[in-house]
């Protein structure tokens, strides 16, 4: 399954109930979504926090039930009850316990999302009741700032209709791709860890910048403001990324002699390696998980 343009749901109904438990920081851009004007949510949202006093600060927002761990041990429990939607936004390593934890409080109809990294549904499915969907999410970091790319994959307890509400909460905070589940390990060594290589590429242009002989702020301005230009422009115009650089790169010009050397060095062949020791990270994550 691969589908970024057709919504599965009617974007019209309202979203179930939701549960968000965690709410650091992809949890709290997924809150941030949900709230957005426009959004519709039948009841409120519940989340879940450590301490009481951050618990505090998400009770005061309209729309949303706190409960904090620090001053309640069965907060996530609570959370989750009579929710259609659990979102579990914690650690990898936490996952399993926190749906052991929560299982029997589980709705029989309620969908399970899980936004960790290398956490197969099918050990997903082996903690919840008959009839709890499993849908696994690799949401990225431009999610903060409603730019998100989401890979979305359902377990086998999950249909076309649990996907296609998953996928409208996750269309909160951008774009969602549906994807099979065993391309959810490459997914997210591409999109998913792709800011990490645009911030280390500007992190790179201005060291090198600054090797130049420019000050540190000048060399920041250059490269960060290259570079969300670039974005930009490349968001705006919908032109291939290959034809916008042809533009710039004039026959014999000095761009192309810099981008001459890239090829050399090997660029593409180091994205390759650079992907592979993601993929085979998040298989190994998945292998410990499966043995626990």
Not at 88 to 117: M, N
Not at 133 to 149: D, E, F, I, K, Q
């Amino acid at each position: 399954m691969n589908d970024v343009n057709e919504s599965i749901a009617n974007p019209g109904e309202a979203l179930p109930r939701v549960a968000l438990l965690g709410v650091g920081s992809m949890g709290g851009a997924i809150l941030a979504g949900l709230r957005a004007p426009g959004v519709r949510i039948d009841g409120p949202i519940a989340v879940t926090t450590r301490s009481t006093a951050s618990a505090a600060e998400y009770e005061a927002a309209s729309g949303v039930v706190a409960f904090a761990g620090e001053a309640d041990p069965d907060a996530n429990r609570r959370a989750v009850r009579g929710a259609g939607v659990v979102i579990l936004a914690v650690k990898p390593w936490a996952i399993h316990d926190l749906l052991q934890e929560v299982a029997d409080d589980l709705a029989p109809d309620a969908i399970v999302v899980s936004v960790a990294a290398g956490i197969t549904t099918r050990s997903m499915e082996a903690l919840v009741p008959a009839g709890v969907a499993v849908v696994r999410a690799m949401p990225n970091t431009p999610s903060l700032v409603g730019r998100g790319v989401t890979g979305l994959a359902g377990g086998g307890s999950a249909g076309s209709a649990q996907v296609g509400i998953v996928r409208r909460v996750f269309e909160t905070v951008g774009r969602v791709l549906v994807i099979d589940e065993d391309r959810m390990d490459a997914l997210g060594a591409v999109s998913a860890s792709g800011p990490a290589y645009l911030f280390f590429f500007v992190e790179q242009l201005t060291a090198a910048a600054g090797r130049l002989g420019f000050s540190e702020e000048d060399a920041r301005l250059m490269a960060e403001g290259t570079v969300t230009g670039a974005a930009e422009l490349l968001a705006r115009s919908g032109e291939d990324p290959a034809e916008l650089r042809r533009r710039v790169t004039s026959p014999n010009g000095t761009t192309e002699r810099a981008i001459a050397v890239l090829q050399e060095g090997g660029f593409a062949e180091t994205f390759d390696r650079a992907l592979a020791a993601a993929i085979a990270r998040s298989e190994e994550l998945a292998a410990g998980s499966s043995a626990d």
